[in-house]
């Protein structure tokens, strides 16, 4: 008998693999007997490229990172005037926050405390953020949540370069392309796990024409800002997750998207944010595989 699988942890993507219209790589045989195999169909489909490989990823300097703190870990001294942004290292939502952190320069300004979500602290949720989530930022004696809100207020409340586009066209634009954040996770993820085989295809059109839209420079406003800083943990993830999924290259046929993925990985606010791919890949994969248990 075959079981679907859907999980959503950290907008990961739960997914259903045809054999018939997917070239699937050795790597993705984790896929057990649990998982249904699903036809999946649409232009996606014409986007595989048998075994062809997107340009390697620059190493991640993980061993450089701040260890995480866990159950066995010293509270710390909440409250004390020091700024902290709690994030896990995993998480994209938190990811965005440490972007913006970096891009400003505020790496002596704003501590950052990585959680081991796994093995949460309890003080976590007691003492710093009652929502037990991250990302959270602790500053002027209070704690705060939510991915969008945190980048927002790191760009008004911190000096460094300014994230926030000028001019009322470029907010505007702004504004529409951070609510559409959700919807864009929520497309990719209904095309992976078979309930809209289209949909992934037609909200990476809507990425590759929002990047059209300004053209003094390949980022969402033209310049870098909130807008790429939002989006740039998620496309990282998706995109290594379809190739190595569905060997589906969201870059293929859209240039604007490739060049933007290009210079993205060419800002060191970014970079060193990034997960290692392959680590990235097997996490879903096992966390795919633990669902599949359930
Ligand atoms: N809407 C939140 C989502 C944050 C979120 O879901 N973070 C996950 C990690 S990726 C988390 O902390 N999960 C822990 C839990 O739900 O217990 C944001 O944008 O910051």
Redesign the pocket.
């Known amino acids: 008998m075959s079981v679907g699988v859907n999980i959503s942890v ?2 990961y993507p739960s997914f259903a693999l045809s054999t018939r219209d997917y070239s699937i790589s050795s790597s993705s045989l984790y896929l057990d007997r649990k998982i249904l195999l699903r036809p999946v169909s649409g232009r996606l489909r014409c986007k595989s490229y048998g075994k062809r490989r997107i340009e390697p990823i620059s190493a991640v300097k993980e061993s450089s990172r701040v260890p995480e703190l866990d159950s066995s870990s010293e509270p710390v001294q909440v409250f004390d005037g020091s700024t902290r942004l709690y994030i ?1 290292y ?5 990811q965005r926050a440490w972007i913006a952190r970096n891009y400003k320069g505020l790496q002596n300004k704003i501590e950052l405390v990585p959680i081991d ?1 796994k093995n949460r602290p309890v003080w976590y949720k007691e003492k710093v953020y009652e929502a ?4 959270a930022l602790e500053h002027n004696n209070k704690v705060m ?4 809100d ?1 980048i927002k207020y790191i760009d008004t409340n911190f000096e460094g370069p300014s994230l926030t586009p000028d001019g009322v066209e470029k907010q505007a634009v702004a504004d529409e392309l951070l609510s559409y954040t959700d919807s864009f996770s929520k497309a990719v993820r209904s095309t992976l796990n078979g309930s809209d085989s289209n949909a992934a295809d037609a909200t990476f059109d809507y990425m590759e024409k929002a990047l059209s839209k300004f053209n003094e420079g390949p980022f969402f406003l033209g310049q870098f800002s909130l807008v790429d800083v939002a989006y740039a943990p998620f496309i990282e993830r998706f995109r290594l997750i379809l190739r190595d999924v569905l060997n589906v290259d969201i870059t293929s046929g859209r240039p604007n998207l490739a060049l933007w993925i290009q210079e993205m990985n060419k800002i060191e606010a970014y970079t060193e944010t990034r997960q290692d791919p392959k680590e990235l890949v097997e996490r879903y994969k096992r966390r795919v595989q633990a669902e599949a248990r359930l």
């Open positions: 950290c907008a896990s995993t998480c994209p939502f938190a979500l037990n989530k991250v990302p949540g939510e991915s969008l945190l």
